[in-house]
């Protein structure tokens, strides 16, 4: 592992704990928020994650999409239609904001969990 994907995959871990930790909060209003919060985060570090080990492959992906694509291809995850949503969840959040949609949110970044520590050993692995 070079330094640069050394470094962001050990921000992945990070972020993976924090989101960890706040998931296993009560589940308050603020809770819930500030999980929401590191769901974003921790996400964004995922797919940008992807993107840097499979450009150190030789394989380009240019948007979350295809590197969710192509990952499943080189076998990082399992099922890209459930990074797809993921996807869609974090773009949801980020562009409206109610109180139904934050409480599916949160209910995802729990599944999102558990599939990013599944991504996070596979690139351990590698």
Same mark, same amino acid.
């Given at each position: ?19 960890? /930790? ?7 209003? *603020? ?12 996400? /964004? ?22 590197c969710f ?29 109610? *109180?139904?949609?934050?409480?599916? *949110? ?18 351990? /692995?590698?």
């Amino acid at each position: 592992m070079n330094n640069a994907l050394e470094s962001i995959t050990d921000d992945f871990n990070k972020a993976l704990n924090r989101l960890s /930790e706040a998931l296993e909060l009560a589940p308050t209003r *603020i809770h819930k928020d500030a999980t929401i919060q590191r769901f974003e985060f921790c996400f /964004e570090l995922s797919w940008k994650t992807i993107k840097l080990f499979l450009n150190n492959q030789g394989i380009e992906c240019k948007s979350p999409r295809d590197c969710f694509r192509r990952a499943a291809d080189y076998g990082l995850i399992d099922n890209p239609a459930r990074w797809f949503d993921f996807l869609d969840a974090r773009n949801l959040i980020a562009h409206t904001y109610n *109180i139904k949609t934050a409480d599916k *949110i949160y209910k995802k970044a729990a599944i999102f969990r558990k599939n990013a520590q599944k991504l996070l050993n596979e690139l351990k /692995e590698q």
